[in-house]
């Protein structure tokens, strides 16, 4: 069974410090990760794409990608409170796969 | 991104009965999907949406229990049979393959059904 598999949380962090949210992958074909946000009662927003090893950065916003360790991480600078909501690592495995996503908290 | 409807966006409904929910895009995409939330869960694929051939669906999910209808590249239906509460959950609709052709895909607000 392909997975993948989030820190399961909840991530705490105060207002300005930087989110680290992690995504391990067990398949290594795997081409296309996302990363969605979902707030509570919402349904998912896709906030980032990356499809190639290193980083890619959108506003406060940077994805890594690591296909040799399988790994993708979203990192969150200058958090807000806006932020506070639940994070979903999405790999496509032929169709897309989730995982059980990471609730981040972001305190004033 | 394209702009995704659904309706109902909630609803109630007795056991045994019927829901027909509905996905409305303002383009055309390429591939449609239906997905269900059930609370605190991460997101479970029911089936892709083919346009005009069957639907493709998911193990543990059949087409008696959940008839899929696509009739152009804008426009899809999920219906619940027969429903239990079992089935109270969130319905999401999800595109990909618009105009920039990629793998990315949008999700629509959501319908959620509770089933008495």
């Known amino acids: 069974q392909k997975e993948v598999e989030q820190n399961s949380g909840p991530l705490s962090v105060p207002e300005g410090a930087i989110a680290s949210l992690n995504c391990t992958y067990s398949?290594?074909?795997?081409?296309?990760f996302f990363w969605y946000r979902q707030y509570s009662g919402k349904s998912p927003e896709l906030i980032m794409s990356?499809?190639?090893?290193g980083d890619k950065e959108d506003g406060r916003f940077t994805a890594q990608l690591n296909k040799a360790s399988q790994y993708v991480s979203l990192l969150i600078r200058d958090s807000q409170p806006s932020d506070s909501a639940t994070y979903l690592c999405a790999v496509i495995y032929g169709k897309l796969t989730f995982g059980q996503g990471t609730i981040l908290t972001v305190h004033p | 991104s394209a702009v995704i409807s659904q309706k109902p966006s909630r609803d109630i409904c007795q056991r045994g009965t019927s829901l027909t929910i509905q996905c409305q895009v303002d383009s055309q995409v390429t591939m449609m999907f239906w997905y269900r939330q059930q609370p605190g869960q991460s997101l479970t694929l029911i089936a892709t949406?083919?346009?005009?051939?069957?639907?493709?669906?998911e193990s543990g999910f059949v087409i008696d229990k959940f008839p899929i209808s696509r009739p152009n590249l804008t426009f899809s239906t999920l219906t619940v049979s027969n429903m239990s509460p079992e089935d109270s959950s969130i319905y999401l609709c999800?595109?990909?393959?618009?105009?920039?052709?990629?793998?990315?895909?949008?999700f629509g607000p959501g319908t959620r059904l509770t089933v008495t």
């Open positions: 398949d290594r074909v795997s081409q296309s």
């Open positions: 990356i499809y190639s090893n």
């Open positions: 999800s595109v990909a393959g618009g105009d920039r052709g990629s793998y990315e895909q949008y």
């Open positions: 949406a083919n346009q005009g051939s069957e639907a493709t669906y």
